[in-house]
Every structure is written in C-alpha cells, then in structure tokens.
C-alpha cells in the first residue's frame, strides 16, 4: 500500500543555500532528512538522518524548508489513512552561471518499478 501511495511534491521555494567554507569540496557536502507525508499533504516528523560538512544551522534551515512543503497525495481511500516515508537529499551542484546552488531531491522509500515493490532507503 505504502508504495502505491506515492505523493507528488507540490510548488516549492529555492532550497536554502548552506555555507561551505573553500576548504571543503562542496560537491560533497550532502543532507539527508527523512520525514513523512500524511492524507492531506502535509509533512509531519522530519529529522535529520545523516550529513557531511554542515553546520546545526543548516540542519535546522533543512528541516524548517522540509516542514513547509506541501506534497499531492492520490485521492485513493486507501491513500488516506496511511503516512507515506520519504527521504530528501540536499546536495551542492553548480547552476548555469557558475554559481553553487543547493539541490533537493525527495522521493518515497517504497516504490513501485513495474509491478514489484522497490525500498529506496538512500
């Protein structure tokens, strides 16, 4: 059920941008937060579940940009009643000017490729 219950991320702001001192290879500066989506979209229990190179700082702008999201939840009745786990990854990357962005990128822990059942844990 969990995994037919995929939510869909809705509208979201610019990532929070984390600062990273010159001496760190900002390509690997990651964030993971794991957090759950409830029947109406909203986000409810996130934490941080792992991370290189940052500050408490920015695990608390990571977990305050995760509490704001808002998810698309399947209108299936049995999508209401259950509480879908997802894991979202903030990692560096450079945009087109050059410049260091923060990316985020959220996907359910249980999925479906074909019709078997996929555990994402990462």
């Not at 995994?3 to 964030?31: D, I, M």
């Not at 979209?41 to 940052?54: H, M, R």
């Not at 299936?76 to 786990?85: G, I, L, P, Y």
């Amino acid at each position: 059920m969990l995994a037919h219950c995929q939510p869909e991320l809705g509208e979201t702001p610019s990532a929070p941008t984390f600062e990273v001192g010159e001496k760190y290879n900002r390509v690997a500066v990651q964030l993971k937060v794991r957090f759950v989506v409830d029947g109406n979209g909203f986000v409810v229990n996130p934490y941080v579940s792992g991370g290189t190179v940052v500050t408490p700082a920015d695990q608390e702008a990571a977990i305050d940009y995760v509490r704001h999201l808002t998810f698309e939840t399947p209108t299936a009745e049995e999508c209401q009643t259950v509480k879908m786990q997802m894991v979202g990854n903030f990692h560096m990357s450079k945009d087109s000017s050059g410049d260091w962005i923060t990316i985020f990128d959220a996907h359910p822990v249980y999925s479906f490729s074909g019709s078997q059942v996929v555990v994402n844990p990462n």
